[in-house]
C-alpha cells in the first residue's frame, strides 16, 4: 500500500470517519434506512464504507449475536410504543465524543403505549 508502518504500530479504524465519509454517503447525518436498499426494496450489497462491526483480524465477534437481539429488541419496542419528540423538537443528533464511543446528547423523548 501507500503506507509504511513499523511493525508492531497499533492500527484502529476511524469508524466514524468511515461513516461520515461524504463520498461515500448522501446527506449523511438524515435518518435514512432505505438508503440501504434497492430498487426491488430488498437489502441491497454492503456499501463500501460501512464497517459497524469492524473487520479484519479483529473483527467483532458478537456481530451474530448483536444483529439478532437488536432486531428483536426493536421489534418489541416499535410494537409496543409509540416514539416522538415533544412538540416542535426535533432530534439532535450530534454526538457527545470520547475517546472510545460516541454517545447522543440527553433529550426528551415521547414514549406511549400502543396498547
Ligand atoms: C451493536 C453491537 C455491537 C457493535 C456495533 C460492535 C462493534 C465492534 C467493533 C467495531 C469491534 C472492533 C473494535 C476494534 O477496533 O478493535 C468489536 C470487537 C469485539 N466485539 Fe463487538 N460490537 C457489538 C456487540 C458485541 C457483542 C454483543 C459481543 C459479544 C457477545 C461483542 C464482542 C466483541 C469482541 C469479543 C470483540 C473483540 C474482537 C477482537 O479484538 O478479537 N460485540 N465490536
Not at 30 to 49: C, H, N, T, V, Y
Not at 64 to 78: I, T
Request: aromatic content about 12%.
Amino acid at each position: 500500500g501507500e503506507y509504511k508502518l513499523p511493525k508492531g504500530t497499533p492500527v484502529v479504524i476511524n469508524h466514524w470517519a468511515l461513516h461520515h465519509d461524504p463520498e461515500a454517503w448522501n446527506d449523511v447525518d438524515a435518518f435514512i434506512p432505505e438508503r440501504f436498499l434497492d430498487e426491488d426494496g430488498k437489502l441491497g450489497p454492503k456499501p463500501k464504507s460501512y464497517l459497524p462491526f469492524s473487520a479484519g483480524t479483529r473483527v467483532c465477534l458478537g456481530e451474530f449475536v448483536a444483529k439478532p437481539e437488536l432486531h428483536l429488541l426493536f421489534a418489541c419496542l416499535m410494537q409496543r410504543y409509540t416514539w416522538s419528540m415533544e412538540d416542535g423538537k426535533t432530534p439532535d443528533l450530534a454526538p457527545i465524543g470520547s475517546i472510545f464511543a460516541m454517545n447522543p446528547k440527553e433529550q426528551d423523548v415521547v414514549i406511549k403505549r400502543r396498547f
